[in-house]
């Protein structure tokens, strides 16, 4: 059974920095696109950032760019999100989720297979 556990939320204050990470056991992760989506409180889940499997190919929503970082390694099977000059709006529930329809790139939340339960991200102004 494929699970996903996400770490490294917590409170900092604005312009500061976590890393959150995502590590999976049940499956290798070698062979599939993951990627981090978020929760702000009382909005709907949205696209933060993929991966594909090697790291090769990432892509970022536009309220990230430039300021997260998605990264991946597949030999301690965790993902990983850097985030930096974090505002009030950067807060919400992080999630992780891998796809396993191998090759797909999406954004959309409803394609991907496995969640984590989400760590919680606060960021004081």
Known sequence: Q???VESGGGLVQAGGSLRLSCAASGRPISSFVMAWFRQPPGKEREFVA???WNGGTTYY???VKGRFV???NNA???MYLQMDSLTPKDAAV????????????SV??????YWGQGTQVTVSS
């Open 94 to 105: 992080y999630y992780c989720a891998l796809d396993i329809q191998y090759g797909r790139l």
């Open 2 to 4: 494929t699970q996903l």
């Open 70 to 72: 998605i990264s991946r």
């Open 76 to 78: 301690k099977n965790t």
């Open 108 to 113: 959309q939340p409803a394609e991907y297979h």
């Open 50 to 52: 993929y991966i594909n």
């Open 61 to 63: 929503s536009d309220s």
